[in-house]
């Protein structure tokens, strides 16, 4: 009952903050952009695998929230509409980058900050050298798995399993209906499984 | 009807329950097998989660920073509507300076024309009549017939007639 009472009231302050910002209260959309940033570029970094398009993707989508807030009716949670827009911004991207034929998806020079999800409360010695170059192998290799799969497949397979959501919304994320959603989980997970196999035996 | 994948998916997730979930375990073939591929299903989502779920942003008070500086730029509650404004503004000074331009040149246009073509609005009113001259008696002859309408005047210029013919009389 706690976590549902608390649950409760962040999302009235949630709906508090929109309806502030299609008053135009920058300030409220300020503590949305800091409430979701990291989700939203984690989503998209782990679609583009870039840093720096990640960034801009990123960018572009809370500035298309901002702008189009005032059609937010409601009726889904925030969260579900901004990453609708979050994946029609990176999958226009995604295909026009496809249809380009730009060069190689693997370019970011730029080596990311990685955050363990204990390390806030268990203090951790830092990885040895070897655990770190296997540790950075394995994320190639995923991020070279995932490349192999269409815009909406990366999409599904990601917010399935990294952000947990439920079929009704990927399915409201993506526009598509609760089948399409499965049917495409089902063929991205044949995939990866096919390519990531030894991979996870070997964990 | 759910097809094959979407069930398949279900019961990965463990969204199968009750008679669909039995029916579709009795649908497989190799039982077996497929458990196997759930258990595989599961590691690679685990793998996933471990190894993606922790990307960070780094430098995140600078984007919400550059953030706020786009959105003041791009959809500034003062600053695009007066852009607009003086957008709206001068291409309406334009609109009227082209009717204004047009209708100088009509007006200017008509009073050359009157000019040149005085008679047309002469307070006379020229008629030829409807003359009968005999052209063997007076073969220069010309009748013309000059009205003032508001003074109600009417005077009968004749030309050129030597000599009137008996039978003509003044109605």
């Known amino acids: ?203 | 009807m759910k097809t094959f994948e979407e069930k398949w998916t279900a019961w990965i997730d463990g969204e199968l329950g009750g008679k669909e979930l039995a029916e579709f375990e009795a649908s497989l073939p190799n039982k077996a097998a497929a458990e196997a591929e759930k258990h595989d299903a599961y590691k690679l989502g685990a793998l996933l989660k471990e190894q993606l779920g922790a990307r960070a942003l780094s430098n995140e008070d600078f984007f919400s920073h550059q953030l706020r500086e786009r959105i003041a730029r791009e959809s500034g509650p003062f600053r695009e509507p007066s852009l607009e404004a003086s957008a709206w503004w001068t291409v309406r000074r334009l609109f009227f300076t082209g009717v204004a331009s047009l209708v100088l040149f009509v007006i200017c246009a008509v009073v050359v024309i009157r000019e040149k073509n005085p008679g047309e609005q002469s307070q006379y009113l020229t008629q030829i009549l409807n003359a009968r001259i005999d052209p063997a008696v007076s073969p220069n002859a010309t009748i013309s017939m000059f009205e003032t309408k508001e003074d109600k005047v009417t005077v009968l210029w004749v030309e050129g007639l030597q000599s009137l013919p008996a039978d003509y009389a003044a109605k």
């Not at chain 1, 008053?23 to 979701?36: H, I, K, P, S, W």
Request: aromatic share 8%; with cysteine; net charge neutral.
């Open chain 1, 1 to 203: 009952m706690q976590t549902e009472a608390t649950l409760a009231q962040v999302d009235v302050s949630e709906l508090d903050l929109v309806k502030q910002c299609q008053a135009g209260n920058t300030e409220a959309f300020d503590q949305l952009v800091t409430r979701y940033r990291t989700r939203v570029f984690a989503m998209i970094y782990n679609m583009v695998h870039n840093e720096q398009d990640a960034w801009d993707l990123s960018q572009d989508s809370f500035v298309k929230a901002w702008k189009s807030i005032g059609r937010f009716r409601g009726r889904s949670s925030f969260y579900t509409w901004i990453y609708r827009i979050v994946m029609n911004v990176t999958i226009d991207w995604l295909r026009k980058k496809q249809v380009k034929g730009a060069g190689a998806e693997f370019n970011d020079a730029i080596q990311l900050k990685e955050i363990e999800p204990a390390s806030r409360t268990l203090p951790k010695a830092d990885p040895l050298p070897h655990e770190r170059m296997e540790r950075s192998e394995i994320r190639t290799r995923i991020d070279n798995a995932i490349a192999q799969l269409s815009p909406e497949h990366r999409a599904v397979i990601l917010m399935k399993e990294i952000e947990e959501m439920q079929y009704h919304e990927i399915a409201e994320a993506l526009g598509c209906s609760i089948g399409t959603v499965m049917s495409r989980l089902f063929y991205a997970r044949k995939k990866l499984q096919n390519l990531l196999k030894d991979v996870y035996e070997n964990i």
